[in-house]
């Protein structure tokens, strides 16, 4: 009997590659099977952030969206074919893993927070022996990037997904916590409307990208795009009683 | 004239010394000056974790709280002298900095989440060049250690300082967010009946030390003590609507 491969979900951190762990560093160059989402006609930010440890030898298996260009993900198209995507991914995981080969599964960020492959782990379930390394996230990336230190002392957090419907964000927002708004994309102009509904929208900092090569961090005010690409958040301080 | 050092504030992660990020190894490795948080009579949580880092001609700055049993920190007395002791604390620093000697500033977890590095950050003011490092929380070593991935999805998240006042815990616990609750400590029994309260008692998972050797998990419900040491945490889940 073969024995069966390990799955590593590799957190690799929010950009800076060099803020992944030591502990990532040394699973990715261990690993002869390493496996990554990634766009298609991309790199994949996982398999770029990764890249200096992954082995010369080591099998890449790219798990490539089946979208071009963005589909609403409330579509019905959408959740069928990501269904049928991370169901094919899942296929090929296992394959490796049956055949007793480790697999490396990369993950931008933690991948307890709010981690693609979390999708995977559900679909391998208890098949498998599954290993998880925790990864600086990406807020935590942007918030020392923008030089805002957003919680301290007795203050209370709000991590809240833009996909939130406007009235959800509203009601949140006018606790007055300090708050991060995360998966922007199309909905930056709900955001944004919910941030000045509560009177939140002057104190909000915008960070795109936050420790890689291409980050941009401005005021919200002075924004003026109407989208937000995904490695995007803002940060709300804390309203002052 | 003297070239001011650069103050490096570096996140060392949850615990394992594994969970230390490329970046902040590297920087700790490369310090003249390192310098540290600890209680009486004890290693210290950050200096203890950076051990296989620090350099052996690098010069040590140990900074010892000032109490040895523990004061509440509502109490007047607690107050005061913790102002003086980072007062201290920044002028020790501020000496080697002025002589041109970079520091590094240990720090567990991420130093904008809650660190208390933020306190000597605030007093250097913009004296001197400060860089800070981001690391992997306590919060994502927790939910790691215990298999517990808290968001996924539109879930939001609420993070919750243990020393809330019980009705604002309780009012927070109500609206069924996934939670974190931190600093625990002698305010576990308050959050505990905030817990009850809300009826999210039974699915509370407790946290202690995560990713460290002396790791506790268990659910709350099976948790005799009533108290818990800083290193602790308790995870809720999202409530099913």
Chains 1, 2 share one sequence.
């Not at 203050?155 to 964000?169: E, H, I, N, Q, Y």
Request: charged share 20%; aromatic share 6%; with cysteine.
């Amino acid at each position: 009997m073969t024995i069966r491969g390990t799955v590593h979900v590799i957190g690799v951190g929010p950009g800076d590659p060099e803020l992944m762990t030591l502990k990532a560093a040394r699973v990715i160059a261990a690993s002869p099977v390493i496996a990554y989402f990634a766009k298609r006609g991309q790199t994949g930010h996982a398999r770029r952030i990764a890249d200096a440890h992954i082995g010369p030898a080591a099998e890449e298996l790219r798990l490539e969206y089946p979208f071009t260009t963005e589909i609403h993900s409330k579509d019905a198209l959408y959740s069928s074919g990501i269904t049928a995507f991370y169901d094919e991914c899942t296929t090929r995981l296992a394959a490796c893993l049956s055949a007793g080969r480790d697999v490396g599964l990369l993950c931008e960020g933690d991948p307890f927070f709010y981690g693609s492959s979390l999708a995977l782990l559900d679909r391998l379930g208890t098949d498998f022996r599954t290993v998880v390394i925790p990864g600086v996230t990406g807020m935590s990336g942007g918030w020392t990037r923008a030089g805002i230190p957003l919680v301290r002392g007795n203050a209370a957090l709000s991590v809240l997904p833009g996909t939130l419907d406007a009235g959800r964000l509203a009601e949140r927002l006018a606790v007055g916590d300090a708050t991060v708004i995360m998966k922007l994309g199309s909905n930056l102009p709900k955001v944004r409307a919910a941030l000045q509904e509560t009177d939140r929208a002057n104190e909000a900092i915008y960070v795109e990208r936050g420790t890689m090569p291409e980050e941009r961090i401005l005021p919200l005010a002075e924004l003026g795009e109407t989208a937000a690409p995904y490695f995007s958040l803002i940060l709300v301080p804390e309203r002052r009683q």
